[in-house]
């Protein structure tokens, strides 16, 4: 996953009974939500290193593997990357819920040196390998078309843009050699202790990345070998992904993601399609108005104190987010709510105020972009 800015968000819906939730939790949100609040069960993160790699001396290391990892035919091409940082100070060094920059080859448009890109680590703590040598990221091959006024000329023009890093990783052969920088983040990461925790993790497109390695760690493990294996135990807690795609060919690592729903039966993985109709007739839906359409299936568990909320993908699902718990009187454990906006409605909440006056809390981890 490519972390840069994304999609608008998209209009959200409530009914009156919603809404009447909304009001009768209003009382609720002048205690639980203030900013001095101390949340049960927040979650201890474990210590982690960054930027052992600068971005003005990025290490060496080699492409090992290069597939697409979309479910069928798409207009979308994410491929799945495998990077050995063998002999870099990255090696065995980075944790699952971390990114990592790729310096590509060549010049921007302004004949200035290419920039570092971040891209999300889409493996456990121990890697693919077992051994924290290699790691896999989701690039998604960026194509779009803008209008260019060339030198000399005063009219505007289409021209086709290609994503100078999107474009390079997406082309790297096994044996390829990449520049590479990181590791970065200490947020985004699974609890030190996972069992204390159960887990809603929320995602869109090549936003799954992060959740590929998470689950890999709480539920499938390391492999024989791995030093990882002595110190490792299945995580028995409840954890639900929902992943959100525009087609269902869309949705990325469905089948091994399937495999271990199938595998583990504290594992539910609802796959979300908001370009097509739903099995039971309905029109397609995005994330948030899944999870309010199934709130009875999800409330119990984001009532429970032991409940972290991990959000990634596109700027604006958070959005949704923020009103539905709002509106249902979920907030108290998630966000942090400024006093100007409490006595309005959330469905009535605009997105430039959710940005400005709704923070979210330590058990709740947002990635967008």
């Known amino acids: 996953m490519k972390r840069i800015r994304g999609e608008k968000s998209k209009p959200f819906s409530i009914d009156q009974a919603s809404a009447r939730a909304t009001i009768s939790a209003r009382h609720a949100y002048d205690t639980a939500v203030s900013t001095t609040f101390e949340i049960v069960g927040e979650p201890t993160l474990p210590e982690v290193k960054m930027h052992l790699v600068a971005p003005n001396a990025p290490a060496i290391a080699r492409v090992t593997a290069n597939e697409l990892c979309i479910k069928g035919r798409s207009s979308s ?6 990077i050995d940082l063998a002999g870099t ?13 790729v310096v590509p080859p060549g010049n921007d448009h302004q004949g200035r040196p290419n920039k570092v890109r971040l891209y999300s680590i889409a493996s456990p703590t121990w890697g693919e390998d077992g051994h924290g040598q290699i790691f ?7 194509i779009s078309e803008e209008m260019i006024t060339t030198p000399g000329d005063t009219v505007a023009h289409p021209q086709l843009i290609l994503g100078a890093c999107s474009n390079y990783l997406c082309d790297l052969k096994p044996g390829d050699a990449v520049q590479v920088t990181g590791p970065s983040g200490k947020r985004f990461l699974l609890p030190t202790d996972p069992s204390k925790h159960d887990y809603l993790f929320l995602a869109t497109g090549t ?18 070998g791995s030093p990882w294996q002595k110190s490792w135990s299945r995580c028995g807690s409840r954890i639900e992904l929902l992943m959100g795609a525009p087609y269902n060919t869309d949705l990325l690592y469905d089948q091994e993601i399937q495999d271990m729903a199938k595998a583990h039966t504290n594992f539910k993985y609802h796959p979300v399609i908001s370009r097509e109709r739903r099995a039971d007739g309905g029109k397609g839906e995005y994330v948030h108005q899944y999870l309010e359409r199934q709130l009875d299936t999800f409330k119990d568990m984001l009532q429970n104190p032991r409940t972290l909320i991990y959000v990634c993908g596109l700027a604006g699902m958070q959005i949704g987010l923020f009103r539905l718990l709002a ?9 942090t709510i400024d006093e100007t906006i409490r006595d309005i409605p959330a469905q009535e909440w605009n997105d430039e105020q959710i940005k400005r006056r709704v923070r979210h809390t330590h058990r709740c981890m947002i990635e967008v972009y």
């Open 327 to 335: 509106a249902q009187g979920l907030a108290t454990n998630y966000l």
């Open 207 to 224: 936003g799954i990345a992060p959740f590929r390695g998470m689950l890999q760690e709480l539920l499938a493990g390391p492999p024989a």
């Open 89 to 101: 100070p990255m090696a065995g060094q980075f944790h699952a819920g971390q990114s990592f920059g």
């Open 136 to 142: 896999a990221t989701t690039p998604k091959r960026l």
């Open 77 to 82: 091409y994410v491929r799945h990357v495998s």
